[in-house]
């Protein structure tokens, strides 16, 4: 199964490093929103905590 991870980065710092991070694990996919400090991540259920790991360390703030 998949999970759909919604990341916001504050100031938008952080944004751009955690999506290449995410691309790096292989995450089926990476919706960017445009604004510069937002995106939606498509990852495989075992992928979830590294993710969600990953956008926190970088300065973001992840929902599911």
């Not at 952080?14 to 991070?21: F, H, S, V």
């Not at 089926?28 to 259920?45: C, H, K, P, Y």
């Not at 979830?48 to 360390?57: E, S, T």
Request: charged letters at 25%.
């Amino acid at each position: 199964m998949t999970a759909r991870i919604h990341a916001t980065f504050p100031d938008g710092s952080g944004a751009r490093e955690a999506g290449i991070k995410l691309q790096a694990l292989r995450v089926l996919e990476l919706e960017e929103n445009g604004d510069g400090i937002s995106f939606t991540a498509t990852v495989g259920d075992e992928m979830v905590d590294r993710a969600l790991h990953l956008i926190r360390d970088t300065g973001g703030t992840a929902d599911m």
